[in-house]
């Protein structure tokens, strides 16, 4: 597995596709279609619109936080030293090991509670989130060769699965019954806004982690966008559906159930396994990325099985609920740091 050094040539051999199929991976969970739920209060159409609006706001800067690392072979956190220097690209590293560490155990406690509220009761939840937990990391130590043939059979199962959810929230709820649910809009445009372009800036600090395998920089850079674009965007959409029909504010969970009451049981735990596998494992690589940044001397393999071990335990013995919006003011500002970075180099 590859250091922060430049990656070898031989390396890099994910092509377009294969960075589609990462990202639509990435756009895949439960947290993202729970995003899609907060806009419900605009209506359909222009739920819709602020979803699409934002995506192409939020994915553009995301998919081109890439481009060093696909050009250069260098991940996110070494791209940073041509601004800041080595020791001021330290702050954005320990920002991101500790953000990445949250974010890792928000996804993993997600998932568990989800499986749970599944399959056996809130007494197995610690168990699904070891179970999870223990895949993960797994899957992060697998490394890029790996991934073009897991992360296809994982997103191609995944993506079918999806496409049955969204049947059957639409045909359970209705087009004309979701049409005919009035705005009235909770919040201001701008907020409903910046909940769309939200998503995607978060993951902009991590990019070039992954493209710096790219056998070729377009195809990284447009792999990236359009893979996280349209299937972010079907996710919120399906959250933004679930929502409005139910008015529930946890619409996630809502479509999950609706799936176990018509004997969708076994493709629903699919969802919540699959989901929080292909999203996480991203968090739990590129946390070690960053560590080693940090702490040149200590290898990937060890620092991958180091941050999947803390996001484990954080999300078995701690409420995900506690912590989540220092994760978000924690995001925005590693966000910040990485665009501000990307300007001082370009010019």
Known sequence: MSTTGPVDGKERTLREWDFFLLWAGAAISLSEIWAGGLLASFGLLAGLGIILLGHVAGNTPMALGGMIGSRHGVPSIV???GALGNRGSMLPAVLNVVQLAGRTA???WIGGQSAAGLAGGESAARGWILGLGALTTLWALAGSRAWKVIQKAGVALLLLLSVGMTALALKTYGWRELLAVEAAPAMPFMLGLDLAIAMPISWMPLVSDYTRYAAAP???IRGTWWGYFIVSSWMYAVGLVAALATGSGAPESMLLQLMGRHGLLLPAVLVVLLSTLTT???DIYSNAVSAQSLFPKLGTRGLVLLGGAAGTLIALF???TK???FLCSSDRRS??????????ISS
Do not use: K, P, Q
């Not at 966000?335 to 001082?344: F, V």
């Open 318 to 320: 701690f409420d995900a």
């Open 106 to 108: 928000v996804m993993l």
């Open 280 to 282: 996480t494992f991203l």
């Open 79 to 81: 791209s940073m030293r």
């Open 323 to 325: 912590y989540e919006g």
């Open 218 to 220: 377009g195809g990284g």
């Open 335 to 344: 966000a910040r740091c990485s665009a501000w970075c990307c300007r001082i």
